[in-house]
């Protein structure tokens, strides 16, 4: 079994600038490609970013330019950085696998972002 420890949530004023931790334990070998997703309020969750074995990436279009994911193996962990977040920005983030994610998912990590 897999599981999944996000943290890093804040409030923050937008135009600032927040990093997700999601460590990854238990069963991972089946993990080929990590994802950061979302759910912001009244909508569904959605992906917002993943990391491919080879470490190449992908962003949802609107993201691109501020958000970055990357990886360290050595500590079993996925970050997501996060630079002139905007309100619309606002909800929970999760990580799991991106293609077949694993249940349960992960508490997830409040980012809010206001002034």
């Known amino acids: 079994q897999v599981q999944l420890v996000e943290s890093g949530g804040d409030l923050v004023q937008p135009g600032g600038s927040l990093r997700l931790s999601c460590v990854v334990s238990g069963s991972t070998d089946s993990i080929k490609t990590m994802g950061w997703f979302r759910q912001r309020p009244g909508k569904q969750r959605e992906w917002v970013a993943y990391?491919?074995?080879?470490?190449?990436?992908n962003y949802l279009d609107p993201l691109k330019g501020r958000f970055f994911i990357f990886r360290d193996n050595s500590k079993s962990t996925v970050y997501l950085q996060m630079d002139n977040l905007k309100q619309e920005d606002t909800g929970v983030y999760y990580c799991?696998?991106?293609?077949?994610?694993?249940?349960?998912w992960g508490q997830g990590t409040q980012v809010t972002v206001s002034s």
């Open positions: 990391i491919r074995e080879d470490g190449s990436t």
């Open positions: 799991n696998d991106r293609w077949s994610p694993v249940t349960p």
